[in-house]
């Protein structure tokens, strides 16, 4: 699998999960970006992340970022979530990953036409009970757009995928 870079957009609790989650995989985020410039410090210093944007929006045009983990309050999701898309990132959102099903179509539409990977972290997904069930029906609507998303999967995006896929 190709090494992919990870961004993570905050630095709350949630974020800090996930730096110490990818730790303890023997890996590392790439960038840190936050409305408070000090705390993207002091979160990078804290994991040894080499990259802070003194800017959060600069995240989106960074070429060596593949990945961003959006991890802001929800109100903020589906502008940062099309900015991403809009610039070739894909991401993996904080539940709930947009306000209401208008948003969400816009976002998986952006997703869609542009070949990137839209997901929300949802713990569930990797609870026994839940893996157990997944295998059980032959459709679950919340598995549904997931599977359908990785049939078309290529590059850097089936890397992804089969990252994710592993874990499911």
């Given amino acids: 699998m190709d090494k992919l870079n990870w961004a993570v957009l905050g630095t709350g609790v949630v974020a800090n999960q996930m730096a110490q989650a990818m730790q303890g995989m023997g890996c590392k985020l790439y960038a840190v970006g936050n409305r ?23 995240m989106f045009y960074d070429d060596n970022v593949d990945v961003i983990y959006i991890t ?10 099309m900015k991403a898309l809009e610039n070739g990132k894909h991401i993996l959102c904080e539940k709930s990953i947009t306000l209401n099903s208008v948003e969400l179509e816009k976002a998986l539409k952006k997703a869609d036409g542009k070949n990137l990977v839209l997901a929300e972290a949802m713990t569930i997904y990797h609870m026994p009970l839940y893996k157990k069930l997944s295998n059980s029906f032959v ?30």
Avoid: M
């Fill in 139 to 168: 459709y679950i609507p919340t598995l549904h757009g997931f599977c359908r998303l990785y049939q078309h999967c290529t590059g850097k995006r089936a890397a992804f995928w089969n990252y994710i896929r592993r874990e499911l």
């Fill in 36 to 58: 408070t410039h000090s705390k993207a410090v002091d979160f990078a210093d804290k994991y040894g992340i080499e990259k802070v944007y003194d800017d959060l929006n600069d």
């Fill in 72 to 81: 802001s309050p929800h109100n903020t999701h589906i502008d940062f979530i």
